[in-house]
RNA sequence: GUCGGUGUAGUUUAAUGGCAAAACAGAGCACUCAUAAGGCUCAGACAAUGGUCCGAUUCCAUUCACCGACACCA
């Protein structure tokens, strides 16, 4: 049995599941049915991230424990996959989970016999009035922002530090060795130029005096690992590693390691940064990293809730159904560049291609087949595979295309045909011809329910049935 | 500022050193199996300026506009 792993990004469960999730989510899921299609056995990790002090903070704003914030975050989260039409059985690893834990201590266990792991006095920028820590980045002028008129202070403390800087070289060279590490290519250049300008050590731990919500740092009371150290290492911990070697070996060295799916604020996080942690634990690196775009609102701009341009999955689902809201991030929102979605585009793309598209040709074909009581066997599931080369690049969108390409010379032929004429012929030989013609047109819609398996699942099936009792009881897509 | 990228119809995208393709939206025609759907026809675009070339939307340069990276934001 060929083997085949993919991953999601554990989303941080401090906000509310938006919409950039629900396509991430969707698109590892095609890519997953896909390779089960195509024969691999294949494991869906997906998860949630629940450290740091952000959630620590908004628990505290909530007055709940953070165990209670995250529990209820993360079954949200949950909630989500379900409605968004997700193979049943996907691994879902919690960074809170014992045997993550574990492993991110193990893992760090062993960075640090490696001797990649070290201690050093940390400056760390705080701004009084906020009373939080800054980011060089966050300051303006060596000045908060918000509190412009206020010095900020620096603050000492002792950090581990993980020795990204000795991986310049092994990374440059996972690179060149590996040329489809990072997709699409312009992302993986901009990761490239970001290591050869040199990479610095980083900070990996947290006192826990002040932020006591994470992964205690091993031999070290006094430290808790900072959040991504931790979640990053969920990729493995979520195979049992290293508790299970089996697991392990079949996942993850036989297949040549994980796709990974994420959004382009991990490019680094992922394709360096965890590569790197990978080599200094001696462990192989992913197979591959597919960054997405970011979903914007209507002419590029941010989605964000004070502009009122955010798009909640939920809702869409509720109103459109699962598979319509698949079909637009699948196909309507480009594979890896920023798009924009706004509701108007939404049902523009479902009434021109799921209602009267797929939905009504359907229609029109099962209303002939029922009515003249013609039908065909079912086809098998083989056909799929004629799109692994697209699925590969991860250019579902193309995929989509070649279908609906298939739906409209599908119209085309019943325009051209006529077989609802022809069907009503008086002699023989025209009545012939018209049950052919509706049989091709049967067996037409089979087809293209079977290519749609990986993609739109929920409909795929509905397709089946139809083609099995040879009717259709309500319109896949009712127009809106 | 440095580096990288992008600019094509109202919108979202495609292709190409030799007539710029499609979808949605718009206008019209004929049809009726279908979800007032589908088919056909029409209208509509290469950011600007130079250069190389027989010929440039494509290659080069400049300008303008937008985007991204330049580290501790999951």
Not at 50 to 72: C, F, M, N, P
Not at 120 to 125: F, M, Q, V
Not at 149 to 178: R, V
Request: proline share 4%.
């Amino acid at each position: 049995m060929k083997n085949f792993y993919i991953t999601t990004t554990l989303p941080y469960v401090n906000a509310e599941p938006h919409v950039g999730f629900a396509m991430e989510f969707i698109r590892a899921d095609v890519i997953a049915r896909e390779k089960k299609i195509e024969g691999y056995d294949v494991f869906f990790n997906t998860g949630t991230d629940e450290h740091g002090t952000k959630i620590q903070r908004s628990a505290e704003a909530l007055g709940v424990s953070t165990k209670e914030y995250v529990d209820k975050a993360s079954e949200k989260f949950k909630d989500l996959l379900s409605l968004l039409g997700i193979s049943s059985n996907t691994h879902f690893i919690r960074t809170t989970d014992t045997k993550h834990v574990k492993a991110a201590q193990e893992f760090w266990k062993i960075c640090d016999k490696n001797g990649f792991i070290y201690n050093k006095d940390y400056t760390t920028k705080y701004c009084v009035g906020c009373e939080l820590e800054k980011t060089t980045s966050d300051l303006v002028d060596g000045k908060c922002p918000i509190h412009p008129s206020l010095t900020i202070e620096e603050i000492k403390e002792e950090n581990y530090f993980f020795k990204f800087s000795e991986f310049q070289k092994p990374l440059l060279a996972l690179y060149e060795e590996n040329p489809t590490l990072v997709t699409p290519s312009f992302r993986f250049n901009e990761i490239k130029s970001f290591v050869k300008s040199g990479l610095e050590d980083f900070s990996i731990s947290r006192l826990k005096s002040k932020m006591p919500w994470g992964v205690p740092v091993p031999g070290d009371d006094a430290h808790v690992m900072y959040v991504w150290f931790d979640a990053l290492v969920s990729y493995i911990s979520t195979l049992n590693w290293p508790d299970d070697k089996d697991s392990f070996d079949r996942w993850w060295i036989k297949t040549g390691g994980v796709v990974q799916y994420c959004g382009k604020d991990n490019l680094r996080q992922q394709s360096a940064m965890w590569q790197a942690m990978l080599m200094a634990a001696r462990l192989p690196n992913s197979k591959q990293i597919v960054i997405n775009g970011f979903i914007t609102g209507e002419g590029g701009i941010k989605m964000s809730k004070t502009l009122g341009n955010t798009i909640n999955p939920i809702d869409v689902v509720k109103e459109y159904g699962t598979d319509a809201l698949r079909y637009f991030v699948l196909r309507e929102i480009s594979p890896f560049e920023d798009s924009p979605f706004t509701m108007e585009m939404f049902k523009e793309a479902y009434n021109a291609n799921l209602a009267n598209g797929l939905g009504n040709l359907v229609s029109r074909v099962m209303k002939m087949a029922e009515t003249n009581d013609i039908s065909v066997e079912q086809t098998e599931m083989v056909d799929v595979k004629k799109y692994a080369a697209l699925y590969d690049s991860y250019e579902i969108n193309k995929v989509c295309d070649d279908i609906w390409a298939r739906i409209q010379s599908a119209d085309k032929y019943i325009q051209e045909h006529e077989p609802f004429k022809t069907i009503k012929s008086k002699d023989k030989v025209g009545k012939d011809k018209g049950v052919l013609q509706i049989q091709f047109l049967l067996a037409e819609v089979a087809h293209i329910g079977i290519l749609l398996a990986p993609i739109l699942p929920e409909t795929s099936e509905k397709i089946a049935k139809a083609i099995k009792d040879n009717k259709i009881s309500e319109p896949l897509f009712m127009r809106k």
